[in-house]
């Protein structure tokens, strides 16, 4: 029987994600495009005023430190409020994708996120599900460090140094716990999203599921995660050393050739904007393939559950 059957090895699996995503990588860019384009504007709101608030108001010296902390936090909330909702519609949209690619069947981008938009408040309620449960230990060290800061600010030139020397020790040992916590709760999650869909489960039967799902598979997931985590790490320094360099070499021309200063401008502008752009891309793409793998794994797992898998959306 097909349960009785090993699983498939590490190599196997990341041989699998790269034989889905090459010959689907327009839809797939697509797919991540949508929540890196929230956010890019997002921060192009967000950013202008932090910085208006913090340069142009001028808030009186004692309240400065405070003032900017509070702002800080603030504009840090919105965005992870923003961040949580965008990708609580791509990651079932990504889900979805996967998990009929690895059925070998044909999808689109309307139809993935056809899919998400379906049933939003599940998969948002999933998304702020897993986010408490994988990050809600680091609000105790952020209060720790966030306390000591704003008792230094407050008391300005009377503070203890002591006191900013401690909150930051405990608050960083305190940061280390919650950080082991967070990675080994994400590994127990990640097949949250694909169980949601595939099995038509509520938000929290789907974490319940992924959760039981995971067991005796987490290392290898682990490793997945770690192996894209590493590409990703790889191919953005690889992008930041050939700008880099075409950047250093605009910059020997420009002098050479007595550009003058704003050509100097303009060139940093563009090159800014190459890498920028390249780096969304990479984003879009590597997402998407967390969720490829996501789905593969949960398939995988799956199979040697002995489980049937209904068709991926039956229950929408």
């Known amino acids: 029987m097909e349960a009785a059957l090993d699983p498939q090895a590490f190599g196997q699996v990341l041989n699998r994600i790269w034989r889905l995503m090459r010959p689907h990588l327009k839809l797939f860019i697509a797919i991540g495009a949508v929540p890196m384009g929230v956010l890019v504007a997002v921060y192009a709101l967000v950013a202008p005023f932090v910085f208006l608030t913090i ?9 400065a430190g405070v003032t900017m902390i509070v702002v ?68 105790l060290p952020v209060l720790v460090f966030l306390l000591s800061m704003l008792g230094v600010a407050a008391a300005g030139k009377n503070a203890a140094p002591a006191l900013a020397i401690v909150g930051i020790l405990l608050g960083a040992l305190l940061y280390v716990g919650a950080m082991v916590w967070a990675l080994l709760a994400t590994i127990r999650l990640v097949l949250a999203y694909p169980a949601c869909i595939a099995e038509n489960l509520t938000a929290w039967q789907a974490v319940r599921r992924s959760n039981r799902l995971s067991q ?26 050939v700008i880099g360099i075409v950047a250093g070499l605009g910059m020997v021309l420009v002098a050479v050739l007595h550009l003058g200063q704003a050509w100097m401008i303009a060139g940093a502008i563009l090159v800014g904007l190459c890498l920028l752009c390249l780096l969304l891309l990479l984003t879009m ?27 991926p959306g039956a229950g929408l």
């Open 285 to 311: 793409v590597m997402s998407s393939s967390y969720s490829v793998a996501f789905a593969i794994l949960y398939r995988e797992h799956v199979r040697l559950e002995s489980i049937p898998i209904s068709a």
């Open 216 to 241: 005796g598979g987490r290392l290898r997931i682990f490793l997945v995660g770690l192996v894209l985590y590493a590409i990703t790490y790889a191919a953005t320094l690889v992008l930041e050393v």
């Open 72 to 139: 800080d936090c603030l504009a840090g909330v919105l965005f992870f409020a923003i961040l949580i909702l965008t990708f609580a519609l791509f990651e079932p949209a990504a889900s979805y994708a996967g998990l009929e690619l690895t059925a070998e069947r044909t999808v689109t981008f309307r139809q993935t996120y056809g899919v998400a938009l379906t049933k939003p408040g599940r998969y948002l309620w999933l998304a702020i599900l897993r986010a408490l449960i994988t990050s809600a230990p680091v609000i």
């Open 55 to 63: 340069r142009v108001v001028h808030p009186p010296i004692g309240a």
